[in-house]
């Protein structure tokens, strides 16, 4: 099994910053691509960024140049700088990870979910 624990999260004013963070830990025989979704009342779950393996990365449009992603591949941990932070940002965001682990079969990706963790900008 694997498991992805989220941290830094909380309740922040607008303009100000937060990092969060996601350790992954189990039976990892490696990771592919890791990321931040987020999902606000009433909407959509939406990706926010994503990093590969090979540390390209992706971002949603409304997060470009405040939001970066990275990871640390030593300790399966992906981090999520958030800079000018807004009211809308407000929104449980929840870390995704592609792990291969190792089956009856092989080694399979298996895609994983951290239990998520509360961002609230105020005004």
């Not at 937060?18 to 992954?24: D, G, K, N, Q, T």
């Not at 890791?34 to 960024?49: D, I, T």
């Not at 590969?52 to 300790?75: H, L, M, P």
């Not at 792990?99 to 239990?115: E, F, L």
Request: a positive charge; proline letters at 2%.
């Amino acid at each position: 099994q694997v498991q992805l624990v989220e941290s830094g999260g909380g309740l922040v004013q607008a303009g100000r910053s937060l990092r969060l963070s996601c350790a992954a830990s189990g039976s990892i025989f490696s990771i592919n691509a890791m990321g931040w979704y987020r999902q606000a009342p009433g909407k959509q779950r939406e990706l926010v960024a994503a990093i590969t393996s090979g540390t390209s990365t992706n971002y949603a449009d409304s997060v470009q140049g405040r939001f970066t992603i990275s990871r640390d591949n030593a300790k399966n941990t992906v981090y999520l700088q958030m800079n000018s932070l807004k009211p809308e940002d407000t929104a449980v965001y929840y870390c995704n990870a592609e792990v291969n682990v190792r089956t009856a079969w092989g080694i399979r990706p298996h895609d994983y979910w951290g239990q998520g963790i509360q961002v609230t900008v105020s005004s």
